[in-house]
């Protein structure tokens, strides 16, 4: 089975019904959803939750992209951001053989807007148990 890690962007105040919206409408694997704090703005929380991979998955939740994982590094990031990574450490230059240091990236998620690469400093703040979840 391909899994696909989605993650969906809310805030302290909103965080339980962000939290119902995601378990009710995905089948959340490992039972489990992770929730960082976005340590630059302690107000701002970024849910992370894997699902079973489909082409096309359910857009139905707002504030949600999908995501890729480094494990060693906890490093949370978009392929657009991976590859403005490459590009601001290799002069300019997208060489997809490059090998990033992922330890610089530690509890970090890596993301892209229009004003370019964006580093996030993150940090546990809580992980959702799905199945003993209040429905």
């Excluded at 699902?51 to 994982?69: F, G, N, P, V």
């Excluded at 964006?118 to 199945?131: E, L, S």
Aim: aromatic letters at 10%; a negative charge; charged letters at 25%.
């Amino acid at each position: 089975m391909k899994t696909q890690l989605l993650c969906t962007f809310t805030t302290k105040p909103r965080l339980n019904e962000t939290l119902d919206i995601i378990i009710l409408n995905n089948d959340v694997l490992y039972e489990k959803v992770y929730v960082f704090q976005n340590e630059n703005d302690l107000g701002q929380l970024i849910c992370t939750y894997n699902i079973e991979y489909k082409y096309e998955y359910e857009e139905s939740i707002i504030d949600t992209i999908s995501l890729h994982r480094k494990k060693q590094s906890n490093t949370l990031y978009t392929i657009n951001a991976l590859n403005e990574v490459i590009r601001e450490k290799n002069g300019g230059v997208l060489d997809k053989s490059y090998m990033v240091d992922w330890n610089e990236f530690s509890n970090t998620l890596l993301l892209t807007n229009e004003m370019g690469l964006q580093k996030i400093p993150t940090r546990i703040f809580q992980i959702v148990d799905t199945t003993s979840w209040k429905k």
